[in-house]
């Protein structure tokens, strides 16, 4: 079992930057592949990024890539999701996810995903 507590998010103006956090309750958390996904009212839940188990590769959706950058720190069992020149439309409830498989490669699938954070709202204002 991972426990996994987001932290960071708000409320910002459109342009602004945030930047989020997911902190592990497990010491082996560099075993697992992470991912960020978000759910805006009256959508589904939506993949944002994920990256490796030691960093070395991360991939983004496109609606978010260029200017999200997800980074972590295994010494922290913390992952982190850098949000830059916020917009509208990033409006949802943000949550990281733990790939339990043990795979190196990245994951964008709902369902490639073992445990999730409770979430934090993050609300961009025009």
């Known amino acids: 079992q991972v426990q996994l507590v987001e932290s960071g998010g708000g409320s910002v103006q459109a342009g602004g930057s945030l930047r989020l956090s997911c902190a592990a309750s497990r010491r082996t958390f560099s075993s697992y592949g992470m991912g960020w996904f978000r759910q805006a009212p009256g959508k589904e839940r939506e993949f944002v990024g994920a990256?490796?188990?030691?960093?070395?590769?991360?991939g983004y959706a496109d609606s978010v890539k260029g200017r999200f950058t997800i980074s972590r720190d295994n010494a922290k069992n913390t992952v982190y999701l850098q949000m830059n020149s916020l917009k509208p439309e990033d409006t949802a409830v943000y949550s990281c996810?733990?790939?339990?498989?043990?795979?190196?490669?990245?994951?964008?699938?709902?369902?490639?995903?073992?445990?999730w954070g409770q979430g934090t709202q993050v609300t961009v204002s025009s």
């Open positions: 996810a733990a790939d339990g498989s043990g795979s190196y490669y990245l994951k964008s699938r709902i369902s490639d995903y073992d445990y």
């Open positions: 990256i490796s188990r030691n960093g070395g590769s991360t």
